[in-house]
C-alpha cells in the first residue's frame, strides 16, 4: 500500500455484482453497483426490503466476497489481497456497528471500546485515554464501567458507535443503528454518529429504513432490486425527500 498518496476516495467499487444460486434460478442480490465515498462523507444507502442494501453492506465490509466487480479501500483492490491480509485491513481500517449491536455482555462500556484497540494491538495509555474521551464525547462519562446489560438500548448503540470509531478506521458501516431506538434517541445516536464522522474525516455509510435519519447524511443513495436506481446529492433534494415520505 502505498502511504505517499491519498486516493480521492476512502472506499470505490466499480460493477460490484453478488448473485446467490436458488432453486428457482440465480438471485441478483447486487447488480452492478459502482459507487464512492470520500474522507469525511456520510452517506445513506436506502431501499425497499430485498433491494440489497445489506448485502452490500457486507461486501463493503470484506465480509462477503462479490461475484463479480472491483472494490478499493484507501485505493488498495481488495481482491488482490490474500484472505489473512483481507482480515487485517478488516480489523485496521474498517469499522462497523450493527443492528444487534454485538457488545461483548461480560466487559464494561469502556472495556468493549477497549477491545478494538487490543485486537489491533494498540491498547496503549493514548488509547485508553482516547477510548474514555469517546464515550464521554457521546455522553457516556459516567457509564464507562458499566456492564452493557446495565445500558440502555440507546446507550449501548453509543458505545457500539464508539467501538466501530476507536481504531480510526477509513470505512465506518453502520446497519440500521436505529432500529432499537424510539424517534428521540434514533435522531440522538445518527447526529451524534455523523458529526464524529465528519470531525473524523471517516467515510460514512449508514443502511437505514428510517427516512428521517437520512436529515443527517450528506448523500442518500436508493437501491431497488440490487441496482442503484438514484441519488440525492444536495440537502434540500435530501429533505424534500425525508419530508415527501414522512409525510406519507
Ligand atoms: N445468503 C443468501 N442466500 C440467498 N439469497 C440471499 C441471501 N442473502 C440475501 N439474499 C437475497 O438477496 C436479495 C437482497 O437481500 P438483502 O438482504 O441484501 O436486501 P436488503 O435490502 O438488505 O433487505 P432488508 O431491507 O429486508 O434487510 C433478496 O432477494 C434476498 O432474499
Known sequence: ????????FAIETRVVVKTYPSDFGD?????????????????ALVGPSGSGKTTMLSILAALLKPTAGEIYLDGQNMHELSENDLVTLRREKIGF?????????????????????????????????RA?????????????NNLTGQLSGGQQQRVAIARALIHNPSLVLADEPTASLDTER???????????????????????????????????LQMRDGKLVKEYTDKASIMKMVRGRAND
Not at 132 to 144: F, H, T, V
Open 27 to 43: 438471485i441478483q442480490a447486487v447488480d452492478g453497483v459502482s459507487l464512492q465515498v470520500r474522507p469525511g462523507e456520510f452517506v
Open 1 to 8: 500500500m502505498n502511504a505517499q498518496t491519498q486516493p480521492e
Open 186 to 220: 434514533a435522531y440522538q445516536v445518527v447526529e451524534t454518529f455523523a458529526g464524529l464522522i465528519h470531525e473524523q474525516q471517516r467515510a460514512g455509510i449508514m443502511v437505514t429504513h428510517d427516512l428521517r435519519m437520512c436529515e443527517f447524511v450528506d448523500r442518500v
Open 132 to 144: 474514555r474521551e469517546l464515550l464521554a464525547r457521546l455522553g457516556l462519562g459516567e457509564r464507562l
Open 97 to 129: 456497528t450493527f443492528q444487534a449491536n454485538n457488545l461483548v455482555p461480560y466487559l464494561t462500556a469502556v472495556e468493549n471500546v477497549e477491545l478494538m484497540l487490543r485486537l489491533n494491538d494498540k491498547l496503549d495509555k493514548a488509547g485508553k485515554l
